[in-house]
C-alpha cells in the first residue's frame, strides 16, 4: 500500500513511546548554555527521519531544533551526533545553507544521550520527491536549485572548512561497501536478503578506477532540502549524519536515485511524464551538475546508482533491526522497510546481471 509522504512524514506531533526525556533538565541545561534562550520548552518531535530522533522546542520567545542519538542499543559508530555539529558548524561559518548550530551537549547523563540545538528553519520540505503543488515552471527552478546547492557542497575547499580530518580521504567506494557489508551482516536481528548479498559480490568486482574526495553528505534526498515558501531558494540542508569526506558522484547519484525508483519505494518518479511536470530528464540533470563542477560526464553511472540502492537498503536493513529491537526512530519506520525487498531488487536489475 503506497502512502502520502507529506502527510506521514511532514510535520510535528506527539513524542514517541520510547523516545521522551526529561524536559526539566533540558530546560536547565539550555538556560545555563545557550545564550538568549528562556524556556520553558513546548516539545514535539518531528515526524520525519529515520535515525536520530529530532525534536521541535517552542519556547515564548523562540523556536530550536533538537537532534539527539536514538535511545537503547546502537551499532558503533553510528548515530554520531557530535559530527553533525561539526559539520553543520563549519558549514555555517561558509555561508553554506544549513540550520545555525547553537550548542552541543555530549553529556548523556542531561536527557539520557547526546544532543545538539540548532536554530529552527522556516520553510517548506517536499516528501515527495515530484513536489505537488507546483506548477511546471516553478518545480524545473526547485530542482536547478538543489542541483546548484549540491555542485556548491561539492567545490567546496575541505581544508578552508577545518574539515580535513572529518574522514578518510581516498577509496571511498571499498570503505563504503566494507562499512555498510559489515553492518547489514552484524545486524543479525533483520535478517538477510538475497539480492544485497549478489550486490556485496558485484559492486566489489566493479569498482570503476579513479579517486576523488570531496566533503560529501550522504543522504541527499529531496526531502533533505528545506526550500523557502516564497520560491525555488534552499534554505538549509538537513540531516548530515552520515557526512564524511567522500567521492562527490556517489553523493550526487545517491540524490540520482530519484530517478530509478518508483513512487512506492522512497518516493521515487520512474515512469513519470516528466516534461509534463517540469522536471528534468536525467540526463539534462546530470549535464547541469557535470557543468557546474566542470565535469565532461559521469561513467559508470549504473555502478553508482546500483551501490547506492544497496547503500540506502542497507540503511533500512539497519531500520528494520531499530524497529525489531524497539528503538526505531520514525513512527512510519515499519512502511519505509517494508519496501526493502523491492529496493534490493532494484538495485541488483541496475547491474544488468541477471
Known sequence: MSIDHQQAFGGTGAIRAGHGFDVEALDAWLTANLPGYAGPPTVTQFNGGQSNPTYRLDTPGRRYVLRRKPPGPILPGAHAVEREYRVIA?????????????????????????????????????????????????????????????????????????????????????????????????????????????????????????????????????????????????????????????????????????YRLPPDVLGGFAGAELATLGIPEEADYVAAYCRRTGRGGIDALDFYLAFNMFRFAAILHGVKGRLIRGNAASATAQSLVDTLPKLARIGWEQTGTR
Not at 563504503?176 to 543479525?188: F, G, H, K
Not at 538537513?238 to 547519484?253: A, K, N, Q, V, Y
Open 90 to 258: 563549519a558549514l555555517s561559518d561558509a555561508d553554506f545553507p544549513v540550520a545555525r548550530p547553537l550548542a552541543l551537549c555530549e553529556d548523556a547523563g542531561v536527557i539520557g544521550t547526546p544532543f545538539y540545538v540548532m536554530a529552527f528553519v522556516p520553510g517548506r520540505i517536499f516528501w515527495n520527491s515530484t513536489m505537488p503543488g507546483l506548477d511546471p515552471a516553478d518545480r524545473a527552478a526547485h530542482f536547478d536549485a538543489m542541483n546548484a546547492t549540491i555542485a556548491r557542497l561539492h567545490t567546496l575547499d575541505v581544508d578552508a572548512l577545518g574539515l580535513s580530518s572529518y574522514g578518510k580521504p581516498g577509496n571511498y567506494f571499498e570503505r563504503q561497501l566494507a562499512r555498510w557489508s559489515r553492518q547489514y551482516r552484524e545486524d543479525v536481528d533483520a535478517g538477510r536478503n538475497e539480492h544485497l548479498d549478489r550486490l556485496i559480490d558485484w559492486l566489489g568486482a566493479n569498482t570503476p578506477p579513479g579517486d576523488e574526495t570531496t566533503l560529501v553528505h550522504g543522504d541527499l534526498r529531496g526531502d533533505n532540502f528545506m526550500f523557502d515558501d516564497a520560491g525555488p531558494r534552499v534554505l538549509a540542508v538537513l540531516d548530515w549524519e552520515l557526512s564524511t569526506l567522500g567521492h562527490p558522484l556517489g553523493d550526487f547519484t545517491y540524490h540520482l536515485m530519484m
